[in-house]
DNA sequence: TTCACAATGTGAAAATAATAACAAAAAAAA
DNA sequence: TTTTTTTTGTTATTATTTTCACATTGTGAA
């Protein structure tokens, strides 16, 4: 396979997630305008991605779920997981992980940091807070790759700096700051009020309208 | 103005906060090659997206600063505001309200809402906590145009069709599963997981090259 | 068996988005 | 004054992403 559009990635990732209910509910079989409707796209768009990962299906049974799920899997993940941390653990931060508890995954959350005393050293479902300080000492130890920053905004670009020279491999930023990170980190931004920016715009354009 | 792309209203509105805090900062100009190394955007990118709502700036002194975070204003924000509510004041909940609380803006959180008995009535941030079982009524009342979603995933389908029967005209989806709305309602679904395996995917690209 | 149907798979076209290239002009330097 | 530099604005080009259109084929019904 050469080269995956960016949006197939993302697209993949949530099929796996649909497919997943799916076989949990007992459902061996799947069409692609069934995957489609769940994810509001089109059919269509679910059947070229298929193709683009090499997946064929069987004609008039759809997809086998599980075959599916096990491909995705070998396309997106890493063989032997990815350690993961969370940097600020606010509210954010524990949603974030309160999202991952319980569901096992090739991407394991295994450490928490923050500068607050009173939780540094507890665990918050299951996975231990350490003090930012020790952060390059923690991420080197426990070979964790991706860091989530959900620290306020005002330490972002510090909190960034630090995750680089403690040699992160890809960083998700949920500050509302956007980080430098130098060509061979790679870096997600994502701000919440962005998006609620453009539901805002496009409420308002079908009023206008 | 016909038509702005996508992905130039994400951008839009990413500029007008990085130029607020420009302004904060006394500045008065600003060159198209900044707004794009804050964004990781290219500088041309920038000049287009400017072209597109048809702001002009002075050659060699680049835009004025207070005159775009205006213009950005007019093309993007409702008139009046619009009024938004939170549904499920769980972790990921309060930290949006945080992120909003005291950040003054046309978009106004004005109610949430959840069923742990000992949330209702109260405030947080200083918006004011319903039970869901009152929630038409009070979108309704407090005209509510858009709710975030922000409850279990088990609980999305069912916040999704009260909030569509409230006569809710927007959705911010935080729920990791996909809702159906009718067509008149605009929905935005982001999911955190989906994020986080696309980065791990990248970094896993990274490595393996 | 033959026909109609309901799926997949995919080349081609269209739509959307990003980048390159460069003219124009104001300011600074010579 | 003339030249150089810097920056905007915009057209043209390229790249990416989505959609269309349709060939193909297994299945069930007639």
Known sequence: MKHLPHKTIERLSQYRRALLICLNNGQMHIYSHEIAKIQHITAVQVRRDLML????????????????????????????????????????????????????????????????????????????????????KVIREKNIKVGIMTVPEDFASQTADKLVHAGIKGILNYTPKPVYVPNEVYLEEYDMITSLEKVAFYVKMQETE
């Open 53 to 136: 990962i090499g997946y064929t299906g069987t004609l008039r049974k759809g997809y086998n779920v599980k075959e599916l799920i096990e491909l995705i899997g070998q396309i997106i993940d890493s063989l032997d997981g990815i350690n993961v941390a969370i940097i600020g653990m606010g509210n954010l931060g524990r949603a974030l992980i309160n999202y991952f508890a319980g569901k096992r995954s090739h991407l394991k959350i295994v450490a928490s940091f923050d500068i607050n005393p009173d939780k540094i050293g507890n665990k918050m479902s299951g996975i231990p807070c350490f003090s930012i300080d020790e952060m390059e």
